[in-house]
C-alpha cells in the first residue's frame, strides 16, 4: 500500500495525473533526491515503460502439435496444430547438449551475459551495413530471433528497434532457460516443421536427445537456411557448412578433438518423413478430448501391435463370409487402464469404414448381457445355479423368444442356460426379476444408451434388444473381474486426472458364482479347434450375436485382463455365417494366448455360502427330496423358493382313481407320491408328446369337488367367430370364472404359455387369423379349452 501511495505522490507532483488524493492517509515525506529533474524524468519514463508493458504484455506461443504417448512415453502419433505445422513442444533438458552448444556458440555465445540485447554486436553490425552499404549483418541475440519468430515482420531498422524492446521485455519477464526453450521451440526448419523436437522426428527419426554431434551440428545450420532442409536435397551443402563450421569450433575449442573427429568422419543424411500414427482411434479420440501437447495414454504399444496384426490377419480369414470389420480392447483389472484400443481392423480402409471408432459406437450386445442379469437375479434369491428353469416355447404378451437353433431343451439348470445361452430362461428370469429394476440396474452401470431409451424397452433387452457400446460391456465384465466393484476405465496414465472412486455393483459372491460357471468347458461356444486351445489360460467368457446377424461378441476375463472382440461390418448388413461363438470366440482366445499366461484363479469370498438342494430341481431341499446335492448362494440372501417337485396323492388301489379329503376312504386308498409339474411344463410335455407321469383323475363320485372346484372360460366363446381389422388387429379378451379361493391361473394360446395371471383379471391377446386355441389352467392343474375362429375384415 506504501509503495502505490508513493507512486501516486509523485506522479501528483510531476503533475502528469491530476489525482485527488484527500481520502488518502497521510503520505509519508518524499526523499530529497526523488524531487529533482533527473529523477522525475526517470521515473516518468519507468512508469510509461510499466504501463506499456502492461498494455502490450509479451504473447507466448503456445500452439503446440498435440502428441500421444504410451503408457511408457514414446510417440503414438502426433498432430499438427491448428495452423497446420509440426510444432512439439520441448523442454531444454529434453534437447542433446550437443545441439544446445552449438546453436548458441553459432548464434549467440554471449547468451547467459546479455540482457536481450548484445550493443556491442549492433554497432559492429550497424557500421559494417553503412561500409557495405547494404544489410549485411543484423545482429540478432537468440532472445531477439524469439521476438521475430513470435511477431515476424519485414526486415527494418524501425523494426530493428521494437524488436530490441520486446527483447528486453522478454529477458524481464522469463529465465534464460524459459527463453532458448521458447527459441528450440519456434526454429524454423522448413517447410511446415519448427521446433528441434519436431525436426529431430521428420528428419533423423529419433528423439532430440539422442542427436550426435554430426547431426546436431546439422540442424543447428538450419536457422539461417532452412532451405537446406528439403527433403532428399542438398545434402552435399550440409556436409560442407557441418564440415566448415566443426572445424571453427575445434579451433575454439568448443568440443573436443575425439568429438570433432567422429563427427567429421560421420554423414548425415537427411530424409523426411511423417509421424507414424499407431493406436490411431484412441489417439483421435485423446487429441479430441484435450488440448494438452502431450497426452500420455494407458496403451501397451507391444500389447497393441499384437492384436492389431492378429485382428487384421484373422479377418483375412472371414472375407469369404462377408466379415469386413472387427474391434478388439484389452483392460487391466487392476487399475483399469485400457491397454489395447483397436477401434477397427484397418484404420486406413476408407471403403469398410476404418476410421470409424467401433468402440465407442452403440450396437447391439445379442445374448452378452445376461452374465448380469444372472447375477443380479442370485443377488435378489430369484434363482441359484443348479435351480431348475423351463425353457419352453412361451408368449410373453406378444413377444416370443427362440432359441439360436430354433430348439427347446425343456428341464435346465440355470447354469446350463447360461453356459449355453438360451434365450427362454434369460427371458423368464428377467420377466420374474422385474424390467423396471433390471433397467435400474443397467443405468447403475452406466449404460448411456439404456439410459437414453429406457423408455422404448422391453423384455427383449436382454436377448440384444438395446444398445451398447464396447467399452461399456468390457467395464461391465471387469466389474465380475474385480469382484463386484465397478470402475471407471482409464485412457491415460496422468495419476492427477480426477477419478470417481469404485462403488459396489455386485456381490462378490455372485461374481464369483457367474465366473465359475462362464468358466466351464463343456459348452456349445467352445471352440473345438486345437490352435484355439493350446495353452489357453483359464478364462471366464460369454458370447453373443445379434438379432439378424449382424454383430458377433466374445468377452473373456481373468483376474488380471479384460478382453473384447467384436466381429461384423459397420455398415450394418446382416451375415448369414455370423456368430458370436463360431467367429468370434476363436480370436478371443488367441488373444488371450498372446498377453496371458496361466494365474491363479479368483478366491472364493467370504460371502459365498454352500447349501443344500434338491438333486430333481436344484432348489433349496424341503422334506419331500430324497437325493440331495450342495450348491453355491450368495450369503444373506433369503431365497424365496423352496423345492416343490412332489405331491403326495391318495389314490386307490389300481391307480385308477384319486382321491381328496372329501371322498377319501382310508381303508381303500394308499398315498403316493407323483412329479408336480409346473402347468406350463406339463402343456409342452402334452404337446409335445413326451412322456410324463401325473395322478389318476379324481373321483368322478366326489360331490365336493363339483361344487366347489369350478374352472371355466367365459372369453372368448367356445366355437365362436370374431372379425378383426387386419390393418388395425383388436385384442380379445381371455377370462374365467373360479373357484373361490383360487388366485391365479395360467393361459395358452395356441398351446403356447402367454402367462400366470391374477385368476379374476382379464388378460388381452392379438389373436391369429384362422382358429385360435385358448386353454386355462388353474394352480390344482384342472384346465379346460375353447377354440374360436377369427376372420379378417
Known sequence: METVELIIRILYKLNLRKISIS???????????????????????????????????????????????DDEGRILSAYLNNEDKWRLKTNVEEVSPFF??????????????HFGVNPVAIFRAFASNIRKKKRVSGASTITMQVVRMIYPNDRTYFNKIKEIIRAVQLELHYSKKEILALYLNLIPFGSNVEGIKAASYVYLQKHPSQLSLAQAMVLSLVPNKPSLLLSGKNNSQLEFFKNKWLKLFEKQKIFNQNEIALAQNETVNLKRSTFIKRAPHISDRLSAESASPYIRSSIHSGYQLQVEKQLSAYLQRLETIGVKNGMAMVVDNRTMKVLVYCGSADYKNRMDGGQVDGISSVRSPGSALKPYLYAIALEKGIINPKAILYDIPTDFGGFKPENFDDTFQGQVSMQDALQQSLNIPAVKTLDEYGLADFLIEMKKADFKSIKKNEDKLGLSAILGGCGVSMEEMVRLYATFANGGFFQELNFTSNPNLPKNPPKALLDPASCYIISDILSGIQRPDFPNNFDFTFRLPKIAWKTGTSFGKRDAWAIGYNPDYTVGVWLGNFSGESIPQLSGAAVATPLLFQLFNTIEKNKPWFKKPESLVYREVCSVT????????????????????????????????????????????????????????????????????QSNGLPYTSPPPHNSNCTHTTKSHTLSIVSPRNKGLYYIEKSNPQEIELKASVSVGTQNVFWYHNNQLVGKFEAHKSVFIKPELGKNTITCTDENGKSVNVWFEARGL
Not at 377319501?664 to 407323483?674: G, S, T, Y
Open 23 to 69: 481520502l488518502l492517509p497521510p503520505i509519508p515525506k518524499i526523499p530529497p533526491f526523488l524531487t529533482s529533474h533527473k529523477a522525475k524524468y526517470t521515473l516518468a519514463l519507468l512508469a510509461l515503460l510499466l504501463v506499456l508493458d502492461l498494455a502490450f504484455p509479451v504473447k507466448v506461443p503456445n500452439n503446440y502439435s498435440t502428441v500421444v504417448l
Open 100 to 113: 544446445l552448444k552449438a546453436i548458441i556458440e553459432k548464434e549467440d555465445k554471449y547468451f547467459y551475459y
Open 618 to 685: 436344484g432348489l433349496p431341499k424341503n422334506d419331500y427330496c430324497k437325493d440331495t446335492q450342495i450348491d453355491l448362494f450368495v450369503g444373506n440372501v433369503f431365497y424365496k423358493k423352496k423345492c416343490q417337485h412332489l405331491k403326495k396323492v391318495w389314490v386307490n388301489a389300481s391307480e385308477t382313481l384319486s382321491y381328496c379329503g372329501f371322498c377319501l376312504d382310508r381303508n381303500m386308498a394308499v398315498q403316493k407320491e407323483f412329479i408336480n409339474y409346473p402347468p406350463e411344463y406339463l402343456s409342452f410335455l
